[in-house]
């Protein structure tokens, strides 16, 4: 049995997944992941997700070089969310440029971007 036989998959397929930096402990981004991208992660040593919007693996870092190597995997209490302690690499995790995709703080009634622009993602992305 395989670590992955372990955990508690959602109805469809996917877990939750946290990205925290491994040295800071700042939280970096959330996403999903299947068990053929955890597969992937425990092969390559970078962290691989499931997008759902596209529909597909997602090779963290495939398009930016902003790769995740991770460092160390938890689970919570019922095995059905993932930690993952990475080292971002290139800085951005954020597909917006940013260091995090926790940028916005609440503000009064409004939200205050308070994120670190490391890249301009029309550069890297092309327009969208």
């Not at 670590?3 to 981004?29: H, R, S």
Request: hydrophobic share 35%; glycine share 8%; net charge neutral.
């Amino acid at each position: 049995m395989s670590w992955i036989d372990t955990l508690k998959f959602q109805e469809d397929g996917m877990i939750p997944v946290i990205a925290q930096d491994a040295k800071t402990g700042e939280i970096l981004m959330f996403a999903f992941a299947n068990r053929e991208s955890l597969e992937h992660t425990a092969q390559s040593g970078n962290m691989t997700y499931y997008s759902r919007s596209r529909k597909k693996l997602w090779k963290k870092g495939e398009e930016s070089g902003n790769v995740q190597k991770v460092k160390a995997l938890y689970t919570d209490c019922d095995k059905d969310a993932i930690l993952v302690k990475i080292e971002q690499v290139g800085d951005a995790a954020c597909h917006t440029g940013k260091r995090s995709c926790f940028f916005n703080e609440r503000s009064g009634d409004d939200w205050k971007d308070c994120g670190v622009q490391i890249f301009d993602p029309e550069k890297v992305y092309g327009k969208k």
